[in-house]
């Protein structure tokens, strides 16, 4: 039997206001407090919501609200920089369609969800300490105050303050040795992809576009860099630079990557920085505190699942706070999520080998794509897309020493 109440969910992104409506239907009462002192509007670039992530978000009823905002992404397709097509990857028949949103959109659609059934969120609390008394557990802000309830969920993000609270010798972001770029289009003078996204492993970098009918859309850009780059770092050269280096970087591909850059506003371009992943944190909990989302398991964008996962936690960690006392939920809650986690973290990282190939890594990949794709039959790597959590099912604690995850639905 849960004997959780109250929650303090650190983080007011992505996965802060999906965890707190997420424990509001465990009948847990959660506050938000986010450390900026304003509403994250306007930052960030294009994401995808897989089918397990729409899922997930169809347990709280907030699917349509993320439909509303997104395009409908019905395929990938994979090119060579030479124009070849590779492969296609369809998004599942049988279940909802993956969407495609721009990471502002998406934030402020999940914010006005939650503020809109009561939830409070309270912004400009940077949190510096945690104290665990035994009965409850107390935050400390950077301004002073303090707050406490049942339990702590760190939803902080991959750089969390909450992971190196629980441990100090937590591991810290890996670099994937890219730096990625991206920008939204109002026009794009190109013909609509009809819900496919189009992505060209070219000679130098990785880009991707999709075109939506009234020919808006938008593009992104995975640049290869063997030496870490800091996000300071990659803003201090001006965008109008940079998309003269990104122009130039596909100047010997045949596709539109170059047409695209050439039409960007300079003020449009997003400077991402490096992309980094999370692929093991030993620890994700101790005491009344837990992590969720990318805190406790973040995949580098090329997963095109990072999202959908924080959604997938936010609500499988509900559902074991109530069933059970946080003593016990919370190891049912990793028991449940770490292994697919970390084959979809994996998964993602050798996909950025292969964007970052060499000459001879390219030629291999290019020839033999093709048939990977044909001979691993695509639904077989539906395994992902299909997962489903049944929320009205009785959580079960987890066995001592258990390390294979419950199934849960699909």
């Not at 509303?68 to 097509?85: K, N, W």
């Not at 630079?241 to 130039?248: D, F, N, S, T």
């Not at 006392?325 to 190891?331: D, K």
């Not at 291999?364 to 044909?374: A, E, F, G, S």
Request: with cysteine; hydrophobic share 40%; net charge positive.
């Amino acid at each position: 039997m849960t004997d959780t109440r109250t929650a303090l969910v650190i983080g007011g992104g992505i996965a802060g206001p999906v965890t707190a409506m997420a424990l509001r239907r465990a009948g847990i009462e959660a506050t938000v407090y986010e450390a900026h002192p304003e509403t994250a509007d306007g930052i960030g670039g294009a994401l995808s919501i897989a089918p397990n992530g729409l899922n997930a978000l169809a347990v709280l009823d907030a699917d349509e609200a993320v439909r509303r905002i997104s395009e409908p992404l019905t395929a990938m397709v994979l090119h060579s920089g030479t124009g070849r097509r590779l492969a296609t990857l369809n998004s599942p028949s049988h279940l909802p369609t993956m969407r495609l949103v721009w990471r502002p959109d998406l934030y402020r659609a999940l914010y006005d969800e939650a503020t809109s059934r009561g939830i409070r969120i309270v912004h400009g609390r940077r949190l510096v300490g945690v104290t665990d008394s035994g009965p409850a557990v107390t935050a400390h802000f950077a301004d002073g105050t303090t707050a406490s309830a049942d339990v702590l969920v760190g939803a902080d993000g991959i750089r969390s303050t909450v992971r190196s609270l629980i441990d100090p010798s937590a591991p810290q972001p890996r670099y994937t040795g890219l730096i990625s770029f991206g920008a939204r289009m109002a026009a794009t003078g190109l013909p609509s992809t009809r819900g496919e996204m189009i992505m060209v492993f070219g000679r130098r970098a990785f880009f991707g576009y999709q075109v939506n009918d009234d020919g808006s859309g938008g593009w992104f850009v995975n640049l290869p860099r063997r030496e870490p780059m800091t996000r300071a770092d990659a803003r201090r050269t001006s965008a109008g630079q940079w998309l003269g280096v990104l122009a130039e970087t596909f100047a010997d591909d045949r596709v539109p990557a170059t047409t695209l850059i050439r039409r960007t506003d300079p003020a449009d371009l997003l400077i991402v920085g490096p992309m980094e992943d999370l692929p093991s944190v030993p620890t994700w909990h101790r005491g009344r505190v837990v992590l969720v989302g990318d805190a406790a398991h973040a995949p580098s964008s090329s997963s095109g699942q990072g999202a959908s996962l924080a959604i997938e936690s936010a609500v499988e960690l509900a559902r074991c706070l109530r069933d059970l006392p946080h003593q016990t939920a919370f190891p049912t809650y990793e028991r449940l999520r770490r292994p697919r986690v970390e084959r979809i973290i994996a998964m993602a990282a050798r996909t950025n080998r292969d964007k970052a190939a060499g000459p001879v890594g390219r030629v291999l990949r290019d020839l033999l794509m093709p048939l990977v794709m044909k001979v691993a039959r695509l639904e077989r790597m539906n395994w992902q897309f299909e997962y489903r959590i049944d929320w009205d099912a009785p959580v079960g604690a987890a066995p001592v020493g258990a390390e294979r995850p419950e199934r849960v639905g699909a």
